[in-house]
């Protein structure tokens, strides 16, 4: 065989490779999507307002301390913690762990708060960088704030632990604010389970563009930023497709970082936080479902839709490429430290499904789809056949990227009527139709750098500018 006979044999091949490849990626989606579309057409149906007064006074109601780790954040803060304070739970204590900041985050606190230095005595269960002072408010005894050298996001949260009076802890970052029923809604699933339920998470939404204060969105509204509004778009698609889909059979390997609780007997049991990886959310998760199946237990992991976090989301291009790089990079090190999980029916549908659906399609993805687009652009030049060949492609590519995240959009909007407005709502449907064609590309790249930062070894957060929530901080 001739030299071009054998290139256009490879590359008609490799097109088949890409062809079946998403084929497998789109029949995966549709199926989470019609699962998520029959868990959220039951809930629909569900009084939420009367079931949260009745929970209330739910005798099982579990104590909860929730933990805020805090690096430089100054600019939302406050708001983040005046909305704690007005979480509607009978009982629970804040402790925010200022994780050696830099800007003036712990002066804010303790002066907003009128904090006094306190002597604790913790239990060190957890090994972390060495706590230097702990303050509590005198307006509100239920608020500490714990200063400590830094160490990290995950070592934060372990000082959080160690200082925890309570059996379960609600992790939320320090620039993120929950609705007042969020802690009530996202422990429900352990109240009602009899204790099966383990970890639980909620909807993480981006607030950019709404009016808040005092900790409390006032006014719903679309930013202008359409590098903000395509975020909103992922966060549907992540949440209510995704982890809804994958909660319906204890295969969820991740929840929100940013919104989650805990049991502090099971994350004890596994060590705590790892700090030896950027991803230490997802790593979490993915340690306690191996310590499920390891210890024989038939305990649960789950996903509950309701209660909502709102979070700032990055809305320049610098800012999102580090936090997708990170987020791929967290990806790929969890897995790796996990991958004798991977395929091992010892570990039921979390070794045998869940994470080979993230290796394949979630890790390995935007390096696969990049090379989908490389694949189209060459067939301009390999001939006719190559060219339908290509466009059939590009169609997937489009049913895949954009399609779906304008069923996630519809879905939202049926199931939660969060965009009344019918005008947000055909800008989100139109914007979601062009993601292939730039956003998506781009994002692709990210994650592929992220990959590549985790092959290297290389552990870096990065830094993210935040513009703060509220309107009320100073």
């Keep these: 065989m ?16 890409l062809l079946v490849y998403m084929l497998a990626v789109i029949f995966s989606y549709t199926s989470m999507l019609i699962i998520a579309f029959i868990q959220l057409g039951k809930e629909r149906k569900l009084q939420k307002n009367l079931s949260d007064e009745g929970a209330v006074d739910f005798i099982y109601t579990q104590p909860v301390t929730i933990i805020v780790p805090a690096y430089n954040e100054q600019e939302g803060v406050l708001g983040n913690i005046y909305s704690l304070l007005a979480l509607q739970y009978p009982q629970f204590e804040i402790l925010v762990i200022n994780d050696g900041s830099v800007d003036n985050t712990e002066d804010i606190i303790i002066e907003h708060f009128n904090m006094k230095p306190i002597r604790k005595v913790v239990n060190q269960q957890l090994e972390t960088q060495p706590i230097e002072a702990i303050y509590q408010s005198d307006m509100h005894p ?7 050298v830094n160490g990290g996001k995950a070592d934060a949260l372990n000082v959080g632990i160690n200082v925890s009076k309570y059996p379960y802890f609600c992790s939320i ?36 563009g709404y009016e808040i204060q005092m900790g409390q969105v006032v006014r719903e509204g679309l930013p202008g930023s359409a590098i903000v509004i395509m975020q909103i778009i992922e966060y549907m698609r992540a949440f209510l497709m995704g982890r809804m889909a994958l909660s319906k059979y204890n295969m969820v390997l991740i929840i929100s970082g940013a919104f989650s609780v805990f049991s502090k007997k099971w994350v004890m049991q596994v060590g705590g936080y790892t700090k ?15 310590e499920i199946s390891d210890c024989k237990e038939d305990k649960e992991i789950v996903f509950t839709p309701d209660p909502v976090c709102w979070t700032e989301a990055p809305d320049n291009f610098k ?33 045998l499904l869940s994470i080979p659906y993230f290796l394949f399609i979630e890790l390995l993805g935007p390096v696969i789809e990049l090379a989908g687009y490389a694949y189209m652009v060459l067939s301009l030049f390999m001939g006719e056949a190559y060219i339908v060949f290509a466009g059939i492609l590009g169609l997937l590519f489009i049913l895949y990227g954009s399609l779906f995240s304008m069923a996630s959009i519809l879905l939202e909007a049926w199931s939660r009527n969060t965009y009344p407005a019918v005008k947000d709502l055909v800008r989100l449907v139109m914007l979601s139709l062009t993601e292939v064609f730039w956003y998506r590309p781009l994002t692709l790249i990210w994650r592929t750098e992220g990959i590549i930062s985790a092959l ?14 509220s309107e009320d901080r100073e």
């Design 2 to 17: 001739n030299a071009p006979l054998i290139t256009s044999s490879f590359f008609g091949f490799i097109g088949y490779i």
């Design 142 to 148: 239920n608020l500490l704030l714990i200063t400590k």
């Design 173 to 208: 970052d320090g620039d993120s604010i929950l609705d007042s029923t969020s802690l009530l809604r996202v422990m429900k699933p352990i109240m009602e389970s009899n204790k099966e339920v383990i970890a639980t998470g909620g909807t993480v939404r981006i607030a950019n």
């Design 276 to 290: 030896n990886t950027v991803g230490e959310d997802m790593e979490l998760v993915v340690k306690l479902h191996e």
């Design 319 to 351: 800012d999102l490429r580090t936090q997708r790089r990170r987020w791929h990079q967290g990806l790929a090190e969890s897995l790796w430290l996990h991958k004798k999980m991977a395929f091992n029916p010892k570990y039921g549908s979390v070794g």
């Design 456 to 469: 290297r070894g290389k552990r870096e957060w990065g830094s993210i500018q935040r513009r703060g929530l």
